[in-house]
């Protein structure tokens, strides 16, 4: 390979390639900064120059989002070859641009493309020297879901914020914005540049398997004001935010990975609940947009994921919304859009539907050719290719990638996981625990009163790159707080041993601390709380995920909701057990009764405090 390593990339001048990308499209950012809607025709011009010198496979290969293996993009480990080689047909990122000119590239930590910063940073270099080094290269966008809370592919030392609901339930634009802000700082600072986030769905039912906690709650108003502040946050670090999931995902039983959930809303109720967080997203000046696979029979009756909708992408998102950014599919890999045409047809289909970018379809070379055949046999035109690729070019010109593909590893060090960083993390978290219930102001639990504790419960695995498990990362922090805390992990589905020794434990302890998932009416978390609170030893309650877990066990006098088991939240809860800080967190979302669904037990605003 003639390629210089993917470390010194970082640091070399500009090879020759990329000055004569520089020189096609000079001054081309300066302008663009302003935003899609008023870039100046000059600038345009000089884009659709570079267009018109593309060959046709080229055009194709601007328009996909792909996924490849490995920590390099020159040398990756022979797991990761020989994967690439059996999914993608070449052995490395460098080989797959080469072959298929790649408008993006998104990472995934089972990729194995998310070790650890510098090397997220050497690997983002060495893709934008891969395709730069090839004839008329163009610089790549590279992308990931960095949600925040359960959802996030770069883990420690990054920082890791909460998650949306538990910024639904601190209330606080500005937090969103700052979370946004710092967040993007990081992922620029290793060569990321385009988030799919923030989620804009609201989570309206509470059997929602897919969205949940990651929306930032059920009020519409609410979730747009924080959508609009995420974006402001993000794109002020120069980082494509990504609205997703349009036209809106909150409202499902189904999860769109393994189905194909139909959204029942009526076009009215459409336009009240779903559609505010992405028409405050298109006022912030979002840059890009993903598609739900999801069917919203109001919206477009055709039976049509929304994905491959042209009344939902070009009709509505479009004409009605005004939207002029780039859309990009959810992931094509999931169940909700092949469930009805086959693998190519599905890129077809969402290009003529208005889409620009095409993400991660489980086989390249059928999507790709695909494409391609279409172009040639006329079904679609090379006009519409052209109108795609402009607005994806434009996006890279936004972000100064024609200018400044590569990152420094001085860069890294400035911005990742730095002291103030972690300290803004935790001082957002402690914002947003919300105590649900408090009989008897069992809570703040005194050191006095309760030095030795125990702390069970679920120890669901570990959003990406926290140190979790949760229950030993909350007996951590109570120790840390002046509590002798003991962990003791019994898992999301208790059997009667670990619950007996549960029982046991809690013998020798002043109160017990239990971290709650999902609990449902035959889960036996049930039974385990409900042997606990027999022992007539204290017990509080942490949802560490959904909070209607609380009315699922209504004899437990301290429940609070900390909306995600990352550590930031989890110490965030301690603190408030502790009574190192008062809670502040108000519910976002409804919590129905459990033997009353239609009846509301906690409404949204609800929140307790010391």
């Not at 601190?170 to 620029?188: C, F, V």
Request: glycine content about 10%; cysteine-free; proline content about 6%.
């Amino acid at each position: 390979m003639h390629h210089a390593s993917t470390k010194s990339a970082g640091n070399t001048a500009a090879t020759p390639s990329r000055r004569t990308v520089l020189a096609a499209t000079a001054g081309v950012t300066a302008a663009l900064t302003v935003g899609q809607s008023t870039a100046h025709a000059g600038d345009d011009r000089r884009l659709r120059n570079l267009i018109s010198r593309m060959s046709l496979e080229e055009k194709v290969g601007q328009l996909f989002v792909s996924r490849v293996y490995g920590h390099s993009a020159t040398a990756p480990d022979q797991a990761d070859i020989d994967l690439n080689l059996g999914e993608l047909g070449v052995r490395t990122a460098a080989e797959l641009l080469a072959k298929y000119r790649l408008g993006g590239i998104i990472y995934f930590t089972w990729a194995h493309n998310t070790r650890s910063p510098h090397q997220i940073a050497d690997l983002s270099n060495g893709i934008q020297k891969a395709s730069l080094d090839l004839p008329r290269g163009l610089p790549v966008l590279i992308s990931t879901d960095q949600e925040h809370g359960i959802v996030a592919r770069v883990g420690r030392p990054a920082t890791l914020f909460p998650g949306a609901m538990a910024v639904g339930a601190g209330g606080s634009r500005a937090d969103a914005r700052t979370l946004g802000r710092i967040a993007g700082e990081e992922l620029r600072a290793m060569g990321i540049r385009q988030d799919y986030a923030p989620v804009a769905d609201v989570n309206v039912n509470p059997a929602n398997p897919v969205i949940g906690v990651r929306s930032f709650g059920a009020d519409p108003d609410a979730v747009a004001e924080l959508v609009a502040a995420q974006v402001a946050g993000y794109q002020r670090a120069d980082v494509a935010a990504t609205a997703k999931h349009f036209p809106g995902h909150g409202d499902t039983e189904v999860d769109s990975h393994y189905g194909f959930p139909v959204i029942e809303h009526t076009r009215q109720e459409w336009g009240a609940i779903d559609a505010p967080p992405f028409r405050a997203a298109i006022e912030a000046g979002i840059d890009s947009i993903m598609t739900a696979h999801i069917m919203v029979p109001a919206l477009d009756s055709s039976g049509d994921p929304a994905t491959l909708s042209r009344p939902i992408l070009t009709g509505i998102l479009r004409e009605e919304l005004g939207y002029d950014g780039v859309v990009v599919t959810d992931s094509l890999g999931m169940e909700g859009v092949r469930t009805k045409y086959g693998d190519d047809r599905v890129p077809v289909l969402a290009l003529k539907a208005g889409v620009d970018q095409l993400l991660n379809p489980p086989k390249l070379d059928v999507a790709w050719n695909a494409v391609l055949k279409a172009v040639q046999d006329g079904e679609l035109t090379e006009e519409r290719l052209d109108e795609s690729i402009l607005r994806v070019l434009r996006l890279k010109a936004k972000l100064g990638l024609f200018e400044a593909p590569y990152v420094s590893a001085r860069g890294v060090d400035r911005a990742v996981g730095t002291r103030a960083h972690l300290k803004e993390a935790d001082r957002i978290a402690g914002r947003t625990t919300t105590l649900l219930v408090n009989e008897g102001e069992l809570l703040p639990l005194s050191r006095r009163e309760h030095p030795r504790l125990l702390v069970v419960g679920a120890d669901p695995a570990s959003p990406s790159g926290t140190t979790g498990p949760p229950t030993g990362v909350l007996a951590g922090a109570l120790s840390e707080l002046g509590f002798t805390a003991t962990a003791l992990s019994t898992g999301t589905a208790p059997s009667a041993a670990t619950v007996d020794r549960a029982v046991a434990a809690a013998q020798d302890a002043d109160a017990v601390v239990v971290g709650t998932y999902n609990v449902t009416a035959t889960s036996s978390q049930r039974t385990l709380v409900e042997r606990l609170l027999a022992t007539g030893k204290p017990v509080v309650a942490v949802a560490v995920r959904n909070p209607y877990d609380v009315a699922q066990l209504p004899g437990v006098r301290g429940y609070l909701a900390s909306y995600s088991w990352t550590d930031v939240e989890v110490r965030a809860a301690a603190r408030v057990i502790a009574g190192k800080v008062r809670p502040r967190g108000k519910l976002p979302v409804p919590v129905q009764r459990a033997d009353d669904p239609a009846r509301v037990l906690y409404p949204v605003g609800h929140g307790l405090s010391y």
